[in-house]
């Protein structure tokens, strides 16, 4: 097959048993916009179930007909199929709606036990042993490069190969610069530093766990074709920030394709009104 797993069309019959919907996907930027039930999070919520177990979710079971996703490279995933390997495209699902302590069992958690309090806590746990992971994976690259060659151009190799991390660093930085944050370098996993002091992320406001999920996510793609899916990903996120959100996506993976569903005007205002969709205009068949 030709082209990659990217989503080019999903196609969802008899949804909320009112009517059928079609959406022609662009294999970059697609945001997903709709009044409150429209059908935005259930849309969302099919595509990734689809992607990653093959059937819409259960608690939909009777809401929702058939649901067809088609790929650039002509995959077709229907009802009863086979999921899409993680090795065939990274695919991701960033839900930012926080929930309490009593939704999580922290018995594993280990040092962090006290600070893990919220699901955007445990989420960001998971994504520091990616982060790790991560990095190793990169020093193991810039250890096979220099048994190589330890010439000028080894070294441009190696410095592309750090570029992303980097912007990630920095990226952050800039973001949280107003209330003195800093990524500590020095350290293996996100730990900041705030003037004198030492933050882990689970001290941070909410709106900072949601930026810091969404970018080392994307981070951890490692520049690969993935799918990144976001649910109403301003929430908790100041203004400049919404703003921001989709341009700092590519930088850090060019290769990803985006998939959100928004109510914010601020998502769109960098340039992004064409990639707009509004679920009334994918309507067929309405019952």
């Given at each position: 097959m030709n082209g990659t797993y990217k989503?080019?069309?999903?196609?969802?019959?008899?949804?909320?048993?009112?009517?059928?919907?079609?959406?022609?996907?662009?294999?970059?930027?697609?945001?997903?916009?709709?009044?409150?039930?429209?059908?935005?999070?259930?849309?969302?919520?099919?595509?990734a179930n689809m992607l990653a177990y093959g059937k819409p979710p259960s608690r939909l079971e009777g809401l929702v007909g058939d649901v067809k996703i088609t790929c650039e490279?002509?995959?077709?995933?229907?009802?009863?199929?086979?999921s899409i390997a993680p090795e065939q495209i990274a695919i991701s699902y960033v839900r930012t709606f926080d929930?309490?302590?009593?939704?999580?069992?922290?018995?594993?958690?280990?040092?962090?036990?006290?600070?893990?309090?919220?699901?955007?806590?445990?989420?960001i746990y998971n994504l520091q042993r990616r982060y790790v992971?991560?990095?190793?994976?990169?020093s193991k690259k810039v250890t096979d490069i220099l048994r190589k060659d330890n010439s000028?151009?080894?070294?441009?190799?190696?410095?592309?190969?750090?570029?992303?991390q980097q912007q990630f660093l920095e990226m952050v930085d800039l973001l949280f610069e107003e209330t003195g944050?800093?990524?500590?370098?020095?350290?293996n996993e996100v730990i900041f530093s705030c003037g004198k002091e030492t933050l882990t992320p689970y001290q941070l406001s909410s709106g900072e766990k949601?930026?810091?999920?969404?970018?080392?996510?994307?981070?951890?793609?490692?520049?690969?074709a993935a799918i990144l899916l976001m649910d109403e990903p301003e929430i908790s996120l100041h203004f400049d920030w919404q703003k921001k959100l989709i341009q700092y996506t590519l930088e850090l993976n060019p290769n990803v394709q985006i998939i959100l569903a928004t109510h914010s005007?601020?998502?769109?205002?960098?340039?992004?009104?064409d990639k707009v969709s509004e679920v009334r205009d994918l309507i067929q068949n309405a019952r």
């Amino acid at each position: 097959m030709n082209g990659t797993y990217k989503i080019s069309t999903v196609e969802i019959s008899s949804l909320w048993n009112r009517a059928d919907v079609v959406w022609r996907l662009n294999p970059d930027v697609n945001i997903l916009s709709g009044i409150n039930g429209s059908g935005k999070s259930t849309i969302l919520s099919c595509i990734a179930n689809m992607l990653a177990y093959g059937k819409p979710p259960s608690r939909l079971e009777g809401l929702v007909g058939d649901v067809k996703i088609t790929c650039e490279n002509g995959h077709v995933l229907s009802r009863g199929s086979s999921s899409i390997a993680p090795e065939q495209i990274a695919i991701s699902y960033v839900r930012t709606f926080d929930h309490g302590a009593e939704a999580i069992n922290t018995e594993w958690i280990g040092k962090y036990r006290e600070l893990i309090c919220t699901e955007l806590d445990k989420i960001i746990y998971n994504l520091q042993r990616r982060y790790v992971d991560y990095q190793l994976n990169i020093s193991k690259k810039v250890t096979d490069i220099l048994r190589k060659d330890n010439s000028a151009a080894a070294h441009e190799s190696i410095a592309l190969l750090m570029h992303q991390q980097q912007q990630f660093l920095e990226m952050v930085d800039l973001l949280f610069e107003e209330t003195g944050k800093k990524i500590d370098r020095e350290q293996n996993e996100v730990i900041f530093s705030c003037g004198k002091e030492t933050l882990t992320p689970y001290q941070l406001s909410s709106g900072e766990k949601q930026m810091l999920i969404i970018l080392l996510t994307v981070l951890v793609q490692d520049g690969k074709a993935a799918i990144l899916l976001m649910d109403e990903p301003e929430i908790s996120l100041h203004f400049d920030w919404q703003k921001k959100l989709i341009q700092y996506t590519l930088e850090l993976n060019p290769n990803v394709q985006i998939i959100l569903a928004t109510h914010s005007p601020a998502m769109i205002m960098e340039g992004w009104l064409d990639k707009v969709s509004e679920v009334r205009d994918l309507i067929q068949n309405a019952r």
